[in-house]
T-cell receptor, first 116, second 112 residues
Framework: ETGVTQTPRHLVMGMTNKKSLKCEQHLGHNAMYWYKQSAKKPLELMFVYNFKEQTENNSVPSRFSPECPNSSHLFLHLHTLQPEDSALYLC???????????????FGPGTRLTVT | GDSVTQMEGPVTLSEEAFLTINCTYTATGYPSLFWYVQYPGEGLQLLLKATKADDKGSNKGFEATYRKETTSFHLEKGSVQVSDSAVYFCALTHAAGNKLTFGGGTRVLVKP
C-alpha cells in the first residue's frame, strides 16, 4: 500500500449503531487529520494529531471520538450519529519541515458515510 | 482569521477551451498557497503549490502564480480535457502551523 488509505470506503449505519473509520498513512508522516466534506459546504477540519497527540478539536460533537495509537494510524469512532452527519470523511497526513511548520497534506480517498 | 474565496461553479467548458478559476485569500503574513483537485469518487490530490510571492506552481498543464499585491492565486490551463472534470480547491497554510484553510471548491465539467 502507498499513500494514505481509508477503510471502509462506504458505510451505512443507523443512528444507534457504533462504527469506526480507519486511516493508515504509509508516508512516514507525523501529523494526521480528519476532515468532513458535506454537500455544498467547505471542507471542515475536525481533528489534528501531531506525534500522536491531539492538537486541535474544532468543536466537534462528542459522538465523534478520534484515536491515534501511533503516527501511522488514525481512527474515528462513531456512535449515536444523526442523519446530518452523513458526509464524506477524509483523512490526511503531513510531515513537519526542517524550517518549521508542516508540508502539504496528502489525502486518502475518503469514507462515504450515510446515517439512516 | 484566514479565509479563501473561489468562484462558484459549476464551470462548464468544451474540450480544448481555456480554463481560469479565480482564487483570492485573506491572511496575515506570507502563507503558502495550494490547489487541490478532487476527481469523482476520490479524495483530494495536491495539484500545485507556491510558497512565496511571485512563485509559479505548475503541474499537468495547470499553472497558478502567487500574487501578493492582489492576494490571488488563480488557476489556469490552456487546453482542458474531459479528464480534467473535477472539483478544484484553493487552500492556504502558514509555515508556522499545519492547518489548511480551504475555499469552497469549484466544480469543472469539460464536455467532448
Amino acid at each position: 500500500e502507498t499513500g494514505v488509505t481509508q477503510t471502509p470506503r462506504h458505510l451505512v449505519m443507523g443512528m444507534t449503531n457504533k462504527k469506526s473509520l480507519k486511516c493508515e498513512q504509509h508516508l512516514g508522516h507525523n501529523a494526521m487529520y480528519w476532515y468532513k466534506q458535506s454537500a455544498k459546504k467547505p471542507l471542515e477540519l475536525m481533528f489534528v494529531y501531531n506525534f500522536k497527540e491531539q492538537t486541535e478539536n474544532n468543536s466537534v460533537p462528542s459522538r465523534f471520538s478520534p484515536e491515534c495509537p501511533n503516527s501511522s494510524h488514525l481512527f474515528l469512532h462513531l456512535h449515536t450519529l444523526q442523519p446530518e452527519d452523513s458526509a464524506l470523511y477524509l483523512c490526511a497526513s503531513s510531515q513537519d519541515l526542517p524550517s518549521g511548520g508542516y508540508g502539504e497534506q496528502y489525502f486518502g480517498p475518503g469514507t462515504r458515510l450515510t446515517v439512516t | 482569521g484566514d479565509s479563501v474565496t473561489q468562484m462558484e461553479g459549476p464551470v462548464t467548458l468544451s474540450e480544448e477551451a481555456f480554463l481560469t478559476i479565480n482564487c483570492t485569500y485573506t491572511a496575515t503574513g506570507y502563507p503558502s498557497l495550494f490547489w487541490y483537485v478532487q476527481y469523482p469518487g476520490e479524495g483530494l490530490q495536491l495539484l500545485l503549490k507556491a510558497t512565496k510571492a511571485d512563485d509559479k506552481g505548475s503541474n499537468k498543464g495547470f499553472e497558478a502564480t502567487y500574487r501578493k499585491e492582489t492576494t490571488s492565486f488563480h488557476l489556469e490551463k490552456g487546453s482542458v480535457q474531459v479528464s480534467d472534470s473535477a472539483v478544484y480547491f484553493c487552500a492556504l497554510t502558514h509555515a508556522a502551523g499545519n492547518k489548511l484553510t480551504f475555499g469552497g471548491g469549484t466544480r469543472v465539467l469539460v464536455k467532448p
